[in-house]
């Protein structure tokens, strides 16, 4: 029996490597089994993205030719229609919003089944023709084309203001000479000139006449532009964005200049255009006119003079002061 047994541990170790070298035969013959199914399955899904890409090449030469899409994409129909709706519905914004079928230069063989974005000025297929009108680039484009429409509407129909004017298409302000935004409409510069204006009407075109980049505290001489009953050009001059009168020194305005004061002066302006100006005024623009500098101060010697301090009394023998007689007891004289 122990004889027995001993072979067959001998058999089982003489078999075991052979054992052995066939699992691991037959894992590597599963594994390149596992490979190549796996790249078939790769080579299925890699033709089935191209046909998928001829599909939409085939779908966008049809919608180029008006040609209806479920002809081109027959397999759309047994999927639901997704893909036909989906194409079928940028199509249609796309022709609501104004985009260019064709490309950009209808006709041409190269450009059949390719869209034209008037807005973005873009040239695409039909594949990316939902993604575009989708993005917020596109539809920011369409909105600021559809305003500079209105804004021109507006202008033919005389509905803007007398002093806004449509530059680049775009409201431009000619009081404050800056671009008319909601933001430059409520700000209190283009208010305060508003009300000015509405005030003192006939100074519309002397603000005509200010030059538009004059730069910050920038004083400029007045060309021309004001009204005729205004006097000489001479007179006047630009002051942070205000009309500064000259000879009297302070802003310019209607009320100003027919006042009986400005009327005298204009009379003999070489009095007044050569004489310094000192002091300040505020105008209804809130402009300054500042004058010359105060003289220096006076030297300390002038301001201050030195006096020299009283000498002092008489040393007594003990080397104390002496006292004074008007001081000593009694008030008698000095002390004996």
Request: aromatic share 8%.
């Amino acid at each position: 029996a122990g004889g027995l047994s001993q072979a067959a541990d001998a058999a089982l170790l003489t078999a075991a490597p052979q054992t052995t070298a066939a699992l691991q035969a037959a894992a590597l013959h599963a594994a390149t089994i596992q490979a190549a199914h796996a790249l078939q399955a790769a080579q299925a899904t890699q033709a089935a993205q191209a046909a998928q890409v001829a599909q939409v090449a085939q779908a966008a030469a049809a919608a180029g030719q008006g040609l209806p899409l479920a002809a081109a994409l027959p397999g759309a129909a047994a999927a639901g229609n997704w893909w036909e709706e989906s194409l079928r519905r940028a199509v249609q914004r796309a022709r609501e919003e104004g985009l260019v079928e064709g490309g950009r230069v209808p006709g041409v063989p190269a450009m059949a089944g390719m869209w034209h974005c008037p807005y973005c000025f873009q040239d695409l297929d039909i594949g990316r023709l939902e993604t575009h009108l989708g993005s917020s680039r596109h539809m920011k484009a369409v909105e600021t084309c559809r305003y500079v429409a209105a804004v021109k509407e507006r202008e033919q129909r005389g509905e803007l203001p007398h002093y806004i004017e449509i530059r680049d298409g775009v409201e431009f302000c000619t009081l404050c000479h800056n671009y008319a935004t909601e933001g430059h409409f409520i700000s209190a510069k283009h208010q305060k000139r508003v009300m000015y204006l509405q005030q003192y009407p006939s100074t519309l075109q002397a603000f005509h006449a200010f030059p538009e980049d004059p730069g910050a505290g920038a004083i400029v001489p007045v060309a021309s532009g004001l009204p005729s009953a205004w006097g000489s050009p001479d007179f006047y001059e630009w002051r942070n964005g205000a009309l500064w009168c000259k000879l009297c020194w302070k802003n310019a305005d209607e009320s100003h200049v027919y006042s009986e004061r400005h009327r005298r002066r204009a009379e003999t302006p070489e009095e007044y255009l050569g004489r310094p100006h000192v002091g300040g005024a505020y105008g209804p623009l809130g402009s300054e006119g500042r004058g010359a500098p105060p003289p220096p101060p006076p030297p300390l010697g002038a301001a201050w003079p030195l006096v020299e301090p009283p000498p002092p009394p008489p040393l007594g023998g003990d080397g104390a002061a002496a006292p004074d007689a008007a001081t000593a007891p009694g008030g008698c004289g000095p002390v004996v």
